[in-house]
């Protein structure tokens, strides 16, 4: 990965930590690391798991090769879109703004929204690994195709050298007769 993209996925972890921390800043700081934590790893948990099964019948070589940047990218965006509805309705339920049954509908609806947004990222990464696979399959037939059109001009110019040889062969020899 070029280094512009490490910094732009460095860049997308730390606005999400700092989004999920503005809802849950008023627990204690052990409190605050376990969730954010916690947070983080369910989805790394999660986006793993949608790519592992993204590459069933896949090429591989490609779904190795694409794994780390899709998930590292794919994990703050899901903490983003559900990590702070969260723990905005856990901080509503700890200081007893919403009774747990509220919190249950809430979050139940959340898991449903996080259920679609995987099922969508599920055929995103198939999608991104087809794409790939065809653009490496582009490339190698315009290598070959490349390749064939070298060794035909190739043998073009050797069968014209060879022709202008027999002819300069041939001239020497009727001027020798003559």
Not at 73 to 90: D, E, K
Not at 134 to 147: L, M, V
Request: proline share 1%; charged share 15%.
């Amino acid at each position: 990965m070029s280094i512009y993209l490490i910094i732009a996925i460095l860049l997308a972890n730390i606005i999400s930590i700092l989004m999920v921390y503005q809802f849950i800043k008023k627990l204690e700081k052990k409190q605050i690391l376990i969730f954010i934590a916690v947070s983080v790893a369910f989805m790394y948990i999660l986006i793993s798991m949608v790519y592992w099964i993204s590459g069933f019948g896949k090429d591989e070589t490609i779904h190795q090769a694409t794994k780390d940047f899709v998930v590292y990218l794919f994990v703050p965006v899901n903490v983003i879109l559900t990590v702070p509805y969260f723990a905005l309705q856990y901080m509503k339920l700890r200081q007893k703004q919403i009774k747990i049954e509220v919190f249950v509908k809430k979050v139940s609806g959340l898991i449903i929204l996080l259920c679609m947004i995987l099922v969508v990222e599920y055929f995103y990464f198939c999608r991104i690994q087809t794409n790939i696979k065809n653009i490496n399959t582009n490339i190698n037939q315009a290598e070959k195709q490349n390749t064939l059109e070298t060794n035909s001009m190739e043998n073009h110019e050797e069968m014209s050298n060879e022709m202008h040889n027999n002819e300069t062969i041939e001239n020497k020899m009727a001027n020798a007769l003559e």
